[in-house]
């Protein structure tokens, strides 16, 4: 899979801003930022009311996710264009939910809103008016998404990513350098994992490093790229990015986000924590 | 405590302002002589390692919560590039302004 495949430039979508069957998806958890401007002709996705359950703590289920992408006018057949702030976590995690369902047609803009607002391109306040659709969802892959029991048996026998910032690797933070450090659970990591911050896979303009700069990254950081492997953050955006980077940039086949991560690890009874920095090498 | 990633709104210091135990580093984007609005401010340790990013608001505004260290806070915008150090020994609030040119 080349880099083409998967990611598009902000001068590709600029030049495909109208192009029949390219739909662009702005996704965010901060739903202020699609209000203040967003790419021409691009629909809204909220991470938080639309991708994820409002009661369980899941992701919508399959006729969920068909009803979504049949009101925001998504056909099974568009090439689906996301992008979003933060680098692109949310947009990042939102191309793996969709591959999750089956949804192949699907890239990043890379470097996301970032790049596109540090080129100076232009943001509209006009919401499209795209007609509804009936998009039909496969069953869930299972072979992206790594859940608790998975985790805990993987510990010393598959690669764990854990690509939160040091801070958070070590236990001196529990959250983001951005967000208050209110919380009730342990700091600390699961025990093997080794710290690769998802900051090491961007550059600064927020595009994603080359296949070749990732192998050097990752070979450095000690993954045995011979090994299944599994990516956590604190709560699955930021190790999407990375499962992004691994998977469709580096191409290797068995890699599996665990969307639970941390906010659910360093709440479980009785699994093993580390703290400190030296991590699984 | 919060069940997203995304950073909460960037708000300007007030002087004075309790911060109980947290580190903030905060201040103010500019350009020229006036607040700069919508750049986007990192925070790198002192090896250069990046720890967080946020938007500044549209008054040039921004912070963070980090862990105490020297720091450096990098912003980048369509109109240039600027940096600022500030040491954030301990809790408290560190302010800094980063000029953009």
């Known amino acids: 899979m080349s880099r083409e495949d998967v990611l598009v430039t902000t001068q590709w979508a600029e030049e495909n801003l109208s192009t029949p069957g390219v739909v662009f998806a702005e996704v965010d958890e901060d739903t202020t930022a699609y209000e203040g401007g967003h790419i021409p002709g691009a629909v809204r996705i909220d991470w938080k ?16 996710f068909e009803k979504l992408l049949s009101a925001k006018g998504i056909g099974n057949d568009d090439l689906v264009i996301l992008y979003g702030g933060n680098n692109n976590w949310f947009a990042a995690y939102a191309y793996w939910y969709f591959k999750l369902y089956g949804h192949d047609k699907v890239k990043l803009i890379d470097g996301g809103r970032k790049k596109w607002e540090l080129d100076g391109r232009d943001l509209v306040k006009e919401v499209p008016d795209r007609p ?26 598959k690669n764990l990513v854990d690509v939160r910032s040091p801070d958070e690797f070590s236990g001196k933070l529990v959250a983001p350098a951005h967000l208050p450090q209110e919380s009730a659970q342990r700091g600390g990591h699961i025990p093997s994992a080794l710290n690769v911050p998802w900051a090491k896979t961007a550059n600064e303009d ?51 986000n665990y969307d639970g991560s941390w906010t659910e690890y360093g709440s479980l009874v009785g699994v093993p924590v580390e703290t400190g920095s030296n991590g699984g090498k | 405590m919060s069940d997203g990633c995304g950073a909460p709104e960037q708000t300007a210091v007030v002087t004075g302002e309790d911060t109980g135990d947290q580190v903030v580093v905060a201040g103010t984007v500019t350009g020229g002589e006036s607040p700069l609005g919508g750049a986007y401010v990192r925070l790198l340790n002192g090896d250069d390692e990046f720890a967080g990013e946020v938007q500044a608001s549209p ?8 862990a105490p260290g020297a720091w450096k806070v990098r ?27």
């Not at chain 1, 969802?137 to 026998?157: G, K, M, N, Y």
């Open chain 1, 49 to 64: 009311t639309e991708l994820q359950d409002q009661v369980r703590r899941d992701f919508v289920d399959k006729a969920g």
């Open chain 2, 59 to 66: 008054e040039g505004d921004f912070r963070f919560y980090a």
């Open chain 1, 132 to 157: 509804a659709t009936n998009y039909t969802a496969s069953d869930q892959d299972l072979s992206l998404r790594a859940f608790r029991d998975e985790v805990v048996d993987a510990i010393s026998t």
């Open chain 1, 206 to 256: 927020g595009t994603f490093k080359t296949a070749d700069e990732l192998k050097e990254l990752y070979e450095e950081a000690g993954l045995d790229t011979g090994k299944a492997t599994i990516a956590y953050c604190r709560i699955g955006e930021r190790s999407s990015h990375t499962w992004f980077a691994l998977h469709e940039l580096m191409g290797l086949k068995d890699v599996k």
């Open chain 2, 75 to 101: 912003a980048l915008h369509r109109n240039g590039n600027g940096e600022a150090t500030v040491d954030a020994a301990g809790p408290g609030l560190h302010q800094v302004t980063i000029a953009v040119s």
